[in-house]
């Protein structure tokens, strides 16, 4: 049990709370002056980051409609990109996660997401190679011909 702060706990009675993580939505049940009756409902949310995922092809910067990504590493379940390739959340401050983001026929690719609860709007592009379009090579200094790091 801790405080949640003066949003959540007032002075006044406040119970019924109840909290949807993944919608950053929930609502608080409290007699504190100010409200219209007797008890009222609160709806409150945590201070979040907007963040929207947009994964495209790597060979032509096309949208890849249907891909997966997995939050099975941040304790949720999968959810797939819209027909513009995009998946729209939002984080609550604190949150750090590694995503999987796969599509059948494409490699997969990991991103890791974070929020600082600033109420930003964050957008992450990731490009997702075909299998066998995948681009094979080396970077090289163009005076020297040298690898570079």
Same mark, same amino acid.
């Given at each position: 049990?801790?405080?949640?702060? =003066?949003?959540?706990?007032s002075?006044?009675?406040?119970y ?5 993580n $993944?919608? =950053? ?13 007797n *008890?009222? &409902?609160?709806? $409150?949310?945590r201070?979040?980051? =907007? $963040?929207v ?5 790597a ?10 990504i997995?939050f099975?590493?941040?304790? *949720? ?5 819209d027909?513009?390739?995009?998946y729209?959340?939002? !984080? $609550?401050?604190?949150l ?7 599509? *059948?026929g ?6 890791q !997401? ?12 990731v ?14 200094n163009?005076?020297? =011909? &040298?690898?570079?790091?």
């Amino acid at each position: 049990v801790f405080h949640m702060g =003066n949003g959540i706990n007032s002075q006044r009675d406040d119970y019924g709370f109840i909290f949807d993580n $993944v919608r =950053n939505l929930g609502y608080v049940v409290s007699n504190r002056p100010g409200g219209r009756g007797n *008890e009222d &409902l609160y709806k $409150v949310t945590r201070a979040a980051d =907007n $963040v929207v995922i947009l994964v495209k092809n790597a060979s032509d910067g096309s949208p890849v409609a249907g891909a997966t990504i997995d939050f099975s590493a941040c304790g *949720e379940g999968a959810f797939q990109t819209d027909a513009k390739g995009a998946y729209n959340l939002q !984080i $609550v401050q604190g949150l750090t996660c590694n995503l999987l983001i796969q599509k *059948e026929g494409y490699l997969s690719k990991s991103l890791q !997401i974070s929020a600082s609860g600033a109420r930003e709007t964050k957008e992450f592009q990731v490009m997702l190679s075909r299998i066998g379009e995948e681009y094979l090579g080396r970077v090289v200094n163009y005076s020297t =011909n &040298l690898p570079l790091e």
